[in-house]
């Protein structure tokens, strides 16, 4: 599964971002579809995930900031993020948990990450 993210950048705080991740390849079907980010000197965290039912699970710190949303016709998940703040920065990985058409075997993909960076 090849997965291009894309829609990083630099913004002042208080100001909005899109990401967006297109998952390709020999996929069956695509179960949860995240968003995840690695600050520098700190551990990647989750934070937003969206089943193939349109469950959604937010972090505490971008519940109300951030929503996630998901195309199934074009394999494809977003991240609005709104109201944007300095401690948001980071590098922004997208996560697909799916199925390959091959023997049906589970497939965890990682996009290569975005930078998203907030000047105050």
């Known amino acids: 599964v090849q997965l291009v993210e894309s829609g990083g950048g630099l913004v002042q705080a208080g100001g909005s971002l899109r990401l967006s991740c297109a998952a390709s390849?020999?996929?069956?079907?695509?179960?949860?579809m995240g968003w995840y980010r690695q600050a520098p000197g700190k551990q990647r965290e989750l934070v937003a995930v969206?089943?193939?039912?349109?469950?959604?699970i937010y972090a505490d710190s971008v519940k109300g900031r951030f929503t996630i949303s998901r195309d199934n016709a074009k394999n494809t998940v977003y991240l609005q993020m709104n109201s944007l703040k300095p401690e948001d920065t980071a590098v922004y990985y997208c996560?697909?948990?799916?199925?390959?058409?091959?023997?049906?075997?589970?497939?965890?993909?990682w996009g290569q990450g975005t930078q998203v960076t907030v000047s105050s």
């Open positions: 390849g020999s996929i069956f079907s695509i179960n949860a």
């Open positions: 996560n697909v948990k799916s199925v390959l058409v091959v023997a049906a075997v589970p497939s965890d993909s």
């Open positions: 969206i089943t193939s039912g349109g469950s959604t």
